[in-house]
């Protein structure tokens, strides 16, 4: 039993909740952080694997666009509860025209295009230069890789996400400007949360499912009335169903993978992020005193 591990949903999280798909409940609550209050947090028991469970747009509909999630209650939430890995799953739109609607990808890098979020914990003191060589927790990425593997999903071992400030959608030259900086993937939800879970030394990764083709990759006609206007046509929004009604396979699948590596000893060094910072006895062993709020 692991319920050291949670699970950020992104979009259609709601659906799964609303279907039951996630296994029994055991409890919920919401923690009021020193950055206000925490999205409500499941506990769930699937196949004997207990995890948290929080759904970032909201509970029972699409409650709150990606600008307006509340990132550092969320993540300061779920590290007060004791988490020391997430996996997050968000459904980005593809610049790649390699990538196929309904494909999982596992992203590999972030290029940051948002504006005026709350990136850091970290406000007013002088610590927080944290390496972003691989800014996704590679023990995570592997087993999720594995896991979409051995179930025999189609997907892709790499992607750059772009992360757009939203809620609109982008433009055409927008599209072409984040492809020439090497960006498959855009989307909205993934920045400040990768950064601000390594800031508390969690392990972080993202499955993605691919929705949509973006704005000028693949001709779409406009629907007034129909989901971004038309930008996924009938057969793509099947397969994008599949893929997220698919998703507690995966994760239960990936939270095994994860448990069995946790026996042999962790490999990664997201929860090494801080250490240069206890070495010189800037900050203390507990994580609750770096963080001072205004
Ligand atoms: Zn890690």
Redesign the pocket.
């Known amino acids: 039993m692991d319920s050291k591990l949670a699970i950020i949903g992104g979009s259609g999280a709601y659906d799964l909740l609303k279907r039951n798909n996630l296994g029994r409940e055991l409890s919920l609550r919401t923690l009021t952080t020193p950055f206000g209050k925490s999205a409500p947090l499941h506990t769930f028991e699937l196949d004997k694997l207990r995890f948290l469970f929080l759904s970032r747009h909201g509970e029972d509909r699409y409650a709150l666009s990606a600008p307006f999630v509340n990132y550092r209650a969320n993540v300061w939430a779920l590290k007060e509860c004791g988490v020391e ?1 997430i996996i997050s799953w968000s459904g980005p739109g593809v610049m790649n025209p390699e990538i196929q609607v309904g494909q999982f990808i596992v992203p590999h890098d972030l290029i940051d295009e948002t504006r005026n979020r709350d990136y850091t914990f970290f406000e007013n003191s002088g610590i927080g230069f944290i390496r972003q060589s691989s800014p996704f ?4 990425r592997d087993c999720s890789m594995e896991s979409l593997k051995t179930l025999n999903k189609n997907f892709r071992d790499q992607g750059v996400y772009v992360c757009t400030q939203g809620p609109r959608l982008e433009t055409v030259s927008e599209i072409k400007k984040y492809r020439s900086f090497g960006g498959d993937l855009v989307g909205m939800t993934l920045i400040p949360e990768t950064f601000l879970a390594r800031e508390l030394e ?4 993202a499955i993605c499912y691919a929705t949509n083709y973006a704005e000028g990759v693949a001709e779409r006609p406009y629907e007034s009335g129909k989901l971004f206007e038309g930008m996924a046509n009938t057969s793509e929004k099947k397969l994008v169903d599949d893929s997220v009604l698919s998703f507690p396979e995966i994760i239960i699948k990936t939270m095994e993978l994860l448990a069995q590596r946790k026996e042999r000893g ?1 490999h ?4 090494e992020a801080m250490w240069r910072y206890k070495k010189e006895e800037t900050i203390s062993e507990d994580w609750r005193s770096w963080i001072k709020p205004k």
């Open positions: 890995r927790c590679r023990e995570i969690m392990c972080y990764a962790s990664c060094r997201c929860h």
